[in-house]
Nanobody, 132 residues
Framework: QVQLVESGGGSVQAGGSLRLSCAAS????????LAWFRQVPGKEREGVAV????????YYVDSVKGRFTISRDNAKKTLYLQMNSLKPEDTAMYFC?????????????????????????WGQGTQVTVSS
């Protein structure tokens, strides 16, 4: 079973930055499509960013474009989300997710969203709180 563990969340003032990490204990890590989702209580889980196996393609939800950067280090089996210029609206529980799928980032860009049901493995989540 693939295990994903997020870290790096915390409380920050608006305009600040955080870097989330997702460490994986999985074989053939480089074959997984990876993504970050976030969820606010009472609302649906939202796909924030997706990255392809070789990092050639990425997807970002419109609200974070230009502010967040998703990256991965397959040798270290780690996924990252660099979050800059944070806004109170970014406050949420952030989850990393993985799935064996093809062209995940391109598909997300084409569809205009990352679909939760396409991801099989999930981390426990890390809380990000942005205050005004």
């Amino acid at each position: 079973q693939v295990q994903l563990v997020e870290s790096g969340g915390g409380s920050v003032q608006a305009g600040g930055s955080l870097r989330l990490s997702c460490a994986a204990s999985a074989y053939a890590y480089g074959s997984f499509c990876l993504a970050w989702f976030r969820q606010v209580p009472g609302k649906e889980r939202e796909g924030v960013a997706v990255i392809s196996t070789g990092s050639a393609s990425t997807y970002y939800v419109d609200s974070v474009k230009g502010r967040f950067t998703i990256s991965r280090d397959n040798a270290k089996k780690t996924l990252y989300l660099q979050m800059n210029s944070l806004k109170p609206e970014d406050t949420a529980m952030y989850f990393c997710a993985a799935s064996v799928t093809m062209r995940c980032a391109v598909t997300a860009v084409t569809a205009g969203r990352a679909r939760e049901n396409e991801y099989t493995y999930w981390g426990q989540g890390t809380q990000v709180t942005v205050s005004s």
